[in-house]
């Protein structure tokens, strides 16, 4: 590699960061050039956000750390502020807009054009809209955040980055709600920056992005760089080792018992403007996939399932029964457990203990003289911290203080305690590292053999071709196709998820 400094818009040597009991970085390093993509990956917990962070001013390194050099200049940026204004832009997972304002407030939000004693309103929207049509967005200036999709705001954040003259442009986990189509209009704007000498540092989980959109990987484990590679010159087992030290054999395990007595029936579920006329089946020891573009009404079913929403019309018949689902009570009474897709806002007490986050589904069934029976709560955790191996330092940490893969492993742990029959997962592996999936992956497969019907939405082809049984596909809220065995191609599966208005019609 040239030392040639005018290649490089960045350089983090040797750098530290100690929390109080934990050493997060230790000589961690990073060298960026312009107009490259650099994809930074590792486990939950390997360093990466902290090592982003002490670049973009949200935390000083250690002072007996190294340096960075930036643009052939040593810096240490003070506050996040300092580092925006020095061209260094990070893009959030959980976008950091204010919703009830304009894209041109947004864009521009600190440094509104004035005019006289009020805000230049024709200049703001001009240069607002010049930075989005380089973009080659279809965003206006003049439109409400709140009024967009995620992909939209996404793009805001992106020329707010550049209004305000990225030479860095960090972003995390970017497509982590987007659809295939989104995520492509993504890539062509990475390509766009990186045409334009902008460089760009990529934190994903998703390995086939990285080695779609990236020139260079670094991977990150213990706070430590334990691999630094070219991508055209590596395989995924690569990438793997490097970040937890071993590579993934059966990395998308299938249940192979037989299927068993049918579980649940859907026929002719309704809701208006959401989901029509859908039917399907699952059964005992059997894995079935959800797949479809965001937005097609996948989490909406599930939703309705297990009583969050009440559907128009259609029948729900469990173990060949029919049955009416108005609440989430009746869905626990079924022996129905549902792991949703935002787990930090809807699975988990983040100020809670694991403790209590493990046992907080069976808190009618566990008490004793009218009380929480704490020896019982402490056991479903041991239980599960074992079983699932939950890497935390004991029962009464905060859930919110654990990384992805294990907060994840918790809300498992917490629907699993019920013992269910029907276990629904939507997007079980969204925004955790390659090994934590690994085990989430096993665990599916090994509750669906133990008996246990389980149904997994992803957005992640692989991932619900390789773990699931049969599939069905959604598209604009009607099922558009079943697949099983040789049938699971990525052929059929996008063909479904694609279909017109008018292919359904015909």
Same mark, same amino acid.
């Given at each position: 590699?040239?030392?040639?400094?005018?290649?490089?818009?960045?350089?983090?040597?040797?750098?530290?960061?100690?929390?109080?009991?934990?050493?997060?970085?230790?000589?961690?390093?990073?060298?960026?050039?312009?107009?490259?993509?650099?994809?930074?990956?590792?486990?939950?917990?390997?360093?990466?956000?902290?090592?982003?962070?002490?670049? /973009?001013?949200?935390?000083?390194?250690?002072?007996?750390?190294?340096?960075?050099?930036?643009?052939?200049?040593?810096?240490?940026?003070?506050?996040?502020?300092?580092?925006?204004?020095?061209?260094?832009?990070?893009?959030?997972?959980?976008?950091?807009?204010?919703?009830?304002?304009?894209? /041109?407030?947004?864009?521009?939000?600190?440094?509104?054009?004035?005019?006289?004693?009020?805000?230049?309103?024709?200049?703001?929207?001009?240069?607002?809209?010049?930075?989005?049509?380089?973009?080659?967005?279809?965003?206006?200036?003049?439109?409400?955040?709140?009024?967009?999709?995620?992909?939209?705001?996404?793009?805001?954040?992106?020329?707010?980055?550049?209004?305000?003259?990225?030479?860095?442009?960090?972003?995390?986990?970017?497509?982590?709600?987007?659809?295939?189509?989104?995520?492509?209009?993504?890539?062509?704007?990475?390509?766009?920056?990186?045409?334009?000498?902008?460089?760009?540092?990529?934190?994903?989980?998703?390995?086939?992005?990285?080695?779609?959109?990236?020139?260079?990987?670094?991977?990150?484990?213990?706070?430590?760089?334990?691999?630094?590679?070219?991508?055209?010159?590596?395989?995924?087992?690569?990438?793997?080792?490097?970040?937890?030290?071993?590579?993934?054999?059966?990395?998308?395990?299938?249940?192979?018992?037989?299927?068993?007595?049918?579980?649940?029936?859907?026929?002719?579920?309704?809701?208006?403007?959401?989901?029509?006329?859908?039917?399907?089946?699952?059964?005992?020891?059997?894995?079935?996939?959800?797949?479809?573009?965001?937005?097609?009404?996948?989490?909406?079913?599930?939703?309705?399932?297990?009583?969050?929403?009440?559907?128009?019309?259609?029948?729900?018949?469990?173990?060949?029964?029919?049955?009416?689902?108005?609440?989430?009570?009746?869905?626990?009474?079924?022996?129905?457990?549902?792991?949703?897709?935002?787990?930090?806002?809807?699975?988990?007490?983040?100020?809670?203990?694991?403790?209590?986050?493990?046992?907080?589904?069976?808190?009618?069934?566990?008490?004793?003289?009218?009380?929480?029976?704490?020896?019982?709560?402490?056991?479903?955790?041991?239980?599960?911290?074992?079983?699932?191996?939950?890497?935390?330092?004991?029962?009464?940490?905060?859930?919110?203080?654990?990384?992805?893969?294990?907060?994840?492993?918790?809300?498992?742990?917490?629907?699993?305690?019920?013992?269910?029959?029907?276990?629904?997962?939507?997007?079980?592996?969204?925004?955790?590292?390659?090994?934590?999936?690994?085990?989430?992956?096993?665990?599916?497969?090994?509750? /669906?053999?133990?008996?246990?019907?389980?149904?997994?939405?992803?957005?992640?082809?692989?991932?619900?071709?390789?773990?699931?049984?049969?599939?069905?596909?959604?598209?604009?809220?009607?099922?558009?196709?079943?697949?099983?065995?040789?049938?699971?191609?990525?052929?059929?599966?996008?063909?479904?998820?694609?279909?017109?208005?008018?292919?359904?019609? /015909?």
């Amino acid at each position: 590699m040239s030392d040639n400094k005018n290649e490089y818009v960045l350089k983090m040597e040797n750098i530290n960061k100690t929390f109080p009991g934990v050493k997060a970085l230790s000589g961690a390093r990073l060298e960026l050039k312009y107009g490259e993509v650099l994809a930074l990956c590792g486990e939950n917990g390997a360093g990466k956000s902290t090592l982003m962070q002490i670049l /973009a001013g949200v935390f000083p390194p250690d002072k007996e750390s190294g340096e960075i050099v930036y643009q052939g200049k040593p810096v240490q940026f003070k506050t996040p502020n300092e580092a925006k204004k020095a061209g260094i832009i990070m893009v959030y997972q959980e976008l950091s807009l204010v919703k009830d304002l304009s894209v /041109a407030e947004n864009i521009f939000l600190g440094s509104l054009p004035m005019k006289g004693k009020h805000v230049d309103w024709k200049t703001l929207n001009q240069t607002t809209q010049k930075a989005l049509d380089e973009l080659g967005s279809p965003i206006r200036a003049q439109q409400i955040v709140s009024s967009m999709p995620i992909a939209y705001q996404q793009m805001v954040e992106i020329a707010r980055g550049i209004a305000l003259g990225a030479k860095v442009l960090i972003l995390d986990e970017p497509t982590s709600s987007l659809t295939e189509k989104e995520k492509n209009s993504l890539f062509k704007i990475i390509r766009l920056l990186k045409s334009r000498g902008i460089g760009i540092i990529y934190i994903s989980h998703k390995m086939d992005e990285i080695f779609e959109i990236s020139d260079r990987v670094l991977v990150l484990r213990d706070g430590q760089p334990t691999g630094n590679f070219v991508t055209s010159e590596i395989t995924l087992d690569d990438v793997i080792k490097s970040m937890i030290g071993r590579t993934l054999d059966n990395y998308y395990p299938k249940c192979q018992a037989k299927a068993g007595k049918e579980v649940l029936r859907v026929e002719k579920l309704t809701l208006s403007g959401i989901y029509k006329d859908v039917s399907f089946s699952i059964r005992e020891r059997e894995v079935v996939g959800f797949y479809g573009l965001v937005g097609a009404g996948r989490t909406e079913i599930m939703e309705t399932l297990f009583g969050i929403r009440k559907p128009d019309s259609g029948d729900i018949y469990i173990n060949g029964e029919k049955s009416r689902i108005a609440s989430s009570l009746d869905a626990l009474k079924n022996n129905m457990g549902f792991v949703t897709e935002n787990r930090r806002g809807q699975g988990l007490v983040v100020d809670k203990s694991c403790l209590e986050n493990v046992s907080l589904a069976m808190l009618p069934w566990i008490k004793k003289y009218g009380m929480v029976d704490n020896k019982k709560c402490l056991e479903l955790y041991n239980e599960y911290h074992d079983k699932l191996r939950i890497s935390s330092p004991g029962p009464e940490q905060r859930v919110g203080f654990l990384s992805g893969g294990n907060q994840q492993k918790v809300v498992i742990a917490k629907w699993l305690a019920l013992n269910p029959k029907l276990l629904i997962l939507d997007e079980p592996t969204r925004g955790i590292d390659v090994g934590s999936k690994a085990e989430i992956h096993k665990l599916i497969a090994q509750l /669906a053999e133990s008996g246990v019907a389980v149904i997994v939405i992803s957005s992640e082809m692989p991932e619900i071709m390789g773990i699931s049984n049969r599939i069905y596909t959604i598209a604009q809220g009607q099922i558009t196709g079943e697949f099983s065995g040789l049938e699971i191609t990525e052929e059929n599966m996008m063909r479904a998820i694609t279909i017109t208005d008018s292919r359904k019609e /015909a």
